[in-house]
């Protein structure tokens, strides 16, 4: 499908992981409900037109709307995409966003693709005129945060549960694009997953960084069905993938159909120690460079499909991070949007969603009452002065996804 439009972008959250609450009952957390949405929709969607925005990242509460095997309640979805057709706003459609409904349990269960795989297909059906889907948001994310740290939905911290997570997540997202072209055969799908890096903190470290820059591409790898190296294989393979499950993404992939979202936060680059100990590096390469290495992997169109940072700091990080974007397009990188995520502030991400304190984190363009902020009113004069420019033919920004 050729572009002829850079998109600007914002997004409304909806994560709904479970987590653990210090008396040990289990809790999910709904992003949608901490900002209002689901009172104020209608005016959030204004809100994104206000800011001349065209397109939002945007999904149904999944464990709200899958209620059961092959059911389902559209009551929500049915009056927010209706109003979001009605205003002109393409939504880039975030089918599963760190969690699952209650009774499919978490992404350990070996049955979660092909259940994803229906509800896809079905939301396919019921909204056909749809062309832009994320279908599982940031795999490598909540397959981290879920099993291998123990932090949300399963709760495990060990190799083998985070490489079943990997799996189950990845064969949902490769399941529900296929499903979703049945329906919608000019369907496009943007990945929305994490940039990451690991920076050796000494010699001694070396080793474990190398290994966890080539995990970092692990949800990628197997969605494109990209032949990894030995050390990787032999990793899924050790941790309970099967030959047959690994050559199975490679018979599948619908890679031609794709673009590569990649989400960066002063967050995603870490110290790593030999002890297996890390924390954050902050900006060191950047998105310039961190992109231009899943690019080179990959070969796809590429997206910024999120970013953010804490005030007073978001309008210096807005006008950097999309000077990134800028250099990657005059340096060949075929990038085709950029997302400032999200428009309304966060709740309780400064503990990644593991406390329900209802601390707001103040990252969004507009604040809880409504109101635009700094980098909202930055965002806005960035989407006024570059609109015309950047997405113009003589810009070069005119592909097609299958070229």
């Known amino acids: 499908m050729p572009f002829n439009k850079f998109m600007f972008c914002t997004g409304i959250e909806n994560s709904y992981p479970t987590i653990l609450l210090p008396d040990n009952s289990v809790k999910r957390v709904d992003e949608m409900e901490k900002a209002h949405h689901y009172k104020r929709w209608e005016e959030d969607f204004k809100l994104v037109k206000e800011m001349g925005i065209d397109f939002l990242r945007y999904g149904p509460p999944y464990y709200k709307t899958h209620i059961a095997p092959g059911k389902y309640d559209w009551d929500f979805t049915d009056i927010t995409f209706a109003k979001l057709r009605e205003l002109n706003i393409c939504p880039i459609v975030d089918l599963c966003h760190f969690g699952v409904p209650d009774w499919m349990g978490n992404f350990q269960n070996p049955e979660f693709p092909e259940l994803f795989a229906e509800y896809a297909k079905a939301f396919a059906q019921r909204f056909p005129y749809i062309q832009y889907y994320t279908p599982v948001n940031e795999i490598f994310i909540a397959a981290t945060f879920s099993a291998q740290y123990g932090w949300w939905n399963e709760r495990l911290s060990s190799d083998k549960s985070f490489v079943t997570a990997l799996k189950n997540l990845c064969k949902a997202n490769v399941l529900a694009m296929r499903a979703i072209v049945e329906v919608q055969p000019e369907a496009v799908f943007i990945q929305s997953e994490s940039s990451e890096y690991f920076h050796a903190a000494d010699p001694p470290a070396e080793t474990l960084a190398f290994f966890l820059n080539q995990k970092r591409f692990l949800a990628l790898d197997l969605t494109y069905g990209y032949r990894i190296t030995a050390t990787m294989y032999e990793y899924l393979l050790d941790n309970g993938m099967t030959k047959e499950e690994y050559h199975w ?109 209802g601390v707001i984190n103040e990252l969004g363009l507009y604040d809880m009452n409504r109101k635009i902020t700094p980098v909202g009113e930055a965002y806005k004069k960035l989407i006024t002065n570059w609109k015309d420019v950047i997405g113009s033919e003589n810009y070069g920004l005119l592909f097609n996804v299958n070229d």
Not at 322 to 338: E, Q, Y
Request: with cysteine; hydrophobic share 40%; proline share 3%.
């Open 249 to 357: 993404f490679a018979d599948n992939q619908l890679k031609l159909r794709c673009i590569m979202g990649n989400d960066y936060y002063a967050t995603n680059e870490h110290i790593i120690r030999a002890d297996g100990s890390m924390e954050a590096s902050g900006e060191v390469f950047g998105y310039y460079l961190i992109t231009q290495q899943y690019f080179r992997r990959y070969r796809l169109p590429v997206m910024h499909t999120e970013t953010n940072i804490k005030m007073p700091w978001g309008v210096y990080w807005l006008q950097k991070q999309f000077a990134n974007v800028h250099r990657l397009k005059n340096d060949g990188v075929p990038i085709i949007g950029f997302t400032w995520y999200s428009l309304i502030h966060q709740v309780d991400w400064d503990s990644a969603l593991r406390k329900d304190d």
